[in-house]
């Protein structure tokens, strides 16, 4: 189970930390997976932001958020983070973390490669 936090209200230019906390998963298993982040605007489809080996030693990111958010985990806390700065509101979404379903990771960006989805957290950035 995914359990994601630290969505909220915020200003453009303004930053937000998400995290997402990964229970009910060995220790184990947790690391061995990749993770991603994903968003949702209203009335659109659930596409990829940023994903991190299982390794933390790659990650990569939609172009959109290039330079402005930085995806990171910690494997002692079985927790994925995402930091957002120079938020704009087209950043405006439910923010959703889950494991790629493929060891090892492919880089894909695709929605279907990844599993086991959290409920999500709103991001809200004000004009």
């Known amino acids: 189970q995914l359990v994601e936090s630290g969505g909220g209200l915020v200003q453009t230019g303004g930053s937000l930390s998400l995290s997402c906390t990964v229970s009910?998963?060995?220790?184990?298993?947790?690391?061995?997976?990749?993770m991603g982040w994903f968003r949702q605007a209203p009335g659109k489809e659930r596409i990829f932001v940023a994903a991190i080996s299982q390794g933390r030693s790659t990650t990569y990111y939609t172009d959109s958020v290039k330079g402005r958010f930085t995806i990171s985990r910690d494997n002692v806390k079985r927790t994925v983070y995402l930091q957002m700065n120079n938020l704009k509101p087209e950043d405006t979404a439910v923010y959703s973390c889950?494991?790629?379903?493929?060891?090892?990771?492919?880089?894909?960006?695709?929605?279907?490669?990844?599993?086991?989805w959290g409920q999500g957290t709103q991001v809200t950035v004000s004009s």
């Open positions: 009910g998963r060995t220790f184990s298993t947790y690391a061995e997976y990749a």
């Open positions: 889950a494991f790629a379903k493929t060891l090892p990771y492919s880089g894909s960006y695709n929605v279907d490669d990844f599993g086991s």
